[in-house]
């Protein structure tokens, strides 16, 4: 999986967009970016992947930029219960995640 | 949709015990199942790849002797520590995927203790 960098930790107010960004310069063309979020003391949940073109569910948006080298996870009204750690991996070609240390996100009221 | 389960939640045991762990997918059948440790305040580390009637595929420096894992079906795997020891004490993870590169569904882990 290439490497990805993250800022250790970000502040949000609730109910306003939070954006998390997530570099992976070193990404190969077949690696998805995936992005997963890890509430204290529970399993991940996956989020979002994307290749090249953004994405948006109904959990959140993934902008990928043109060359791939980063991307935004965006939560559009951020709420209390969005407070954890989101992981940014690229990868996933060989089916396995490598999991970073991940963004902090505090969502305070 | 993609609902993945862990028992028991958590479990304590005495030293040189064994302790098993399942892991079931309930609403979707799994081709792959994927064991993770995870160490206070420390990010998840992948032990093992399992997939239905194949032996499991382990990462370095993960023992498979100590770490037994078993995935008798497409629902269902299970990790079992053999001989625990308090150093085994952590919060373990499991996840399946429907395909190979599929994004992973979590369950929502059981945190062992040993004494």
């Known amino acids: 999986d290439a490497k990805t960098t993250q800022p250790p930790s970000m502040d949000c107010a609730e109910g306003r967009a939070a954006n998390l960004p997530c570099n992976h310069s070193t990404i190969s063309g077949n690696e998805y970016v995936y992005w997963y979020r890890q509430i204290h003391s529970q399993g991940p949940q996956y989020i979002i992947h994307?290749?090249?073109n953004n994405e948006t569910n109904e959990m959140a948006s993934l902008i990928i930029t043109e060359d791939r080298k980063s991307s935004t996870l965006i939560l559009p009204h951020a709420t209390l219960r969005d407070t954890a750690v989101y992981y940014c991996?690229?990868?996933?070609?060989?089916?396995?995640?490598?999991f970073g240390k991940g963004t902090l996100l505090t969502v305070n009221p | 949709g993609a609902v993945v389960s862990q028992h028991p939640s958590w479990v304590i045991c005495k030293s040189g015990t064994s302790v098993k762990i399942e892991c079931r997918s309930l609403d979707f059948q799994a081709t792959t199942m994927f064991w993770y440790r995870q160490f206070p305040k420390q990010s998840l580390m992948l032990m093992a790849t399992?997939?239905?009637?194949?032996?499991?595929?382990?990462e370095q420096g993960v023992e498979k002797d100590k770490f037994l894992i078993n995935h008798a079906s497409l629902t269902l795997s299970t990790l079992t520590v053999t001989s625990a020891h308090p150093e085994d004490s952590s919060f373990y993870i499991c996840?399946?995927?429907?395909?190979?590169?599929?994004?992973?569904?979590f369950g929502p882990g059981t945190r062992l203790t040993v004494t």
């Open positions: 991996i690229a990868g996933g070609s060989n089916y396995k995640l490598t």
């Open positions: 399992s997939n239905e009637g194949s032996k499991a595929t382990y």
């Open positions: 994307g290749l090249k």
């Open positions: 996840s399946a995927t429907k395909d190979r590169g599929a994004e992973q569904y």
